[in-house]
């Protein structure tokens, strides 16, 4: 049993677009939200998997990942999931021993950045850099299965 632990936060500046390492673009939708769990579908390049998260809101949950075939994803996205499918850009960034993985979303989601950092246990330290901003890990607006709900578009 798998156990992520994450924090999420926005970002104070765009600094960090001078630290990317690398960036990778998602598109990923969801086939199931309850009051449990989460289950989405995600594609990148030419993988993508199965996903089922506990629907646990703040820094720790289950969280379950298996490699399903890319044309499996490709029609379960158009025709199973919850619309808007989420896309973005994800840009992965390194600071003091841990990687930050910065979300720029577009779409419906357009102009929402949120920077996540996972770590390997709960209460495990780690340097803040100077951009990221405040801590959103127990806002559920910023959970990927409720921006499909609720995209950042409809946000005053």
């Not at 919850?82 to 840009?91: A, L, N, S, T």
């Amino acid at each position: 049993m798998a156990l992520e632990v994450e924090h999420k936060f926005l970002l104070s500046s765009d600094a960090w677009r001078n630290e990317i390492d690398h960036s990778v673009y998602y598109k990923q939708g969801y086939l199931s939200g309850s009051p449990l769990s989460s289950v989405r579908v995600r594609i990148s390049d030419s993988q993508a998997w199965l996903n089922i998260k506990s629907a646990t809101i703040g820094t720790a949950r289950h969280e379950f990942e298996y490699e399903i075939p890319l044309a499996d994803a490709n029609t379960i996205l158009d025709e199973l999931c919850h619309k808007p499918v989420i896309e973005k850009q994800r840009h992965f960034v390194h600071h003091q021993g841990h990687v930050w993985e910065i979300d720029e979303f577009t779409g419906d989601n357009a102009g929402l950045i949120v920077a996540e950092i996972e770590l390997s246990q709960i209460g495990e330290y780690f340097a803040k850099p100077a951009w990221i901003g405040l801590e959103v890990t127990d806002d559920l607006r910023y959970y990927n299965n409720n921006l499909c709900k609720n995209p950042y578009k409809n946000w005053n």
